[in-house]
């Protein structure tokens, strides 16, 4: 005959119970902690970005391994908002130049896509992809970095002046653009030793990415 008393089983399961509630729950914090930082780990192979920091700001304003092929197209996103709309002219080379980066049409990538072309970002991820941009740039060789600038800001003048130029206007790029693409350039090409901040002109039609047309011939 058994002298434990129930009181003294009673408070054994209870016991129990709770020291397998925390196992769980210490197992469940393991496992987000594991995804995040394959996540985080993700992230930065696609963006290039190595700053923690960073990657932190780019993972709060919705970037994430899906998503982040779009990095670079931010910028473009940025001039094409500028005036408060996007023109149709600009959201067809903003497409173009994500087919050119291998952004497939209906993927994840290109969903985010649409709908920053018909949602203005907001101004934390347009400061939080350039604040990446700039890191990824500072970390080149001088040579890729000042190509890779030059490559980004030049896009950024072709979207500039897209509208413009199916209108016919002798200036395309209206002033608000033109400023805000000397901003982009004084922090996307760093510091220049002389001080001086390029300027780019858009190119011709011929010069940029084709859209393929879709569905079959």
């Known amino acids: 005959?058994?002298?434990?008393?129930?009181?003294?089983?009673?408070?054994?399961?209870?016991?129990?119970?709770?020291?397998?509630?925390?196992?769980?729950?210490?197992?469940?914090?393991?496992?987000?902690?594991?995804?995040?930082?394959?996540?985080?780990?993700?992230?930065?192979?696609?963006?290039?970005v190595k700053d923690e920091a960073i990657l932190d700001a780019l993972a709060e304003v919705g970037f994430d391994?899906?998503?982040?092929?779009?990095?670079?197209?931010?910028?473009?996103?940025q001039v094409a908002w500028v005036d408060g709309s996007v023109s149709s002219a600009e959201r067809d080379r903003i497409v173009r130049e994500a087919r050119s980066r291998g952004i497939d049409e209906g993927g994840a990538a290109d969903q985010k896509l649409s709908t920053w072309l018909d949602q203005r970002p907001s101004?934390?991820?347009?400061?939080?992809?350039?604040?990446?941009?700039?890191?990824?740039?500072?970390?080149?060789p001088p040579t890729p970095n000042e190509a890779n600038a030059s490559s980004l800001l030049q896009s950024c003048?072709?979207?500039?002046?897209?509208?413009?130029?199916?209108?016919?206007?002798t200036t395309p790029v209206s002033a608000v653009e033109r400023r805000l693409l000397k901003d982009l350039a004084?922090?996307?090409?760093l510091d220049h030793p002389d001080g001086t901040v390029r300027t780019y002109k858009p190119r011709a039609p011929k010069q940029l990415p084709t859209l393929e047309p879709r569905g079959g011939s």
């Open 1 to 48: 005959m058994s002298l434990e008393s129930p009181g003294k089983h009673t408070r054994l399961t209870t016991e129990q119970e709770y020291f397998h509630r925390l196992d769980v729950e210490l197992i469940d914090q393991m496992r987000k902690r594991a995804a995040l930082e394959e996540e985080r780990r993700r992230l930065s192979e696609v963006t290039q």
């Open 65 to 77: 391994h899906g998503n982040a092929i779009l990095l670079h197209l931010v910028p473009l996103l």
């Open 123 to 140: 101004e934390e991820i347009f400061r939080t992809a350039i604040r990446a941009l700039r890191s990824v740039l500072a970390a080149s």
């Open 157 to 169: 003048a072709d979207v500039a002046a897209a509208s413009g130029g199916l209108l016919g206007l």
């Open 186 to 189: 004084r922090e996307l090409e």
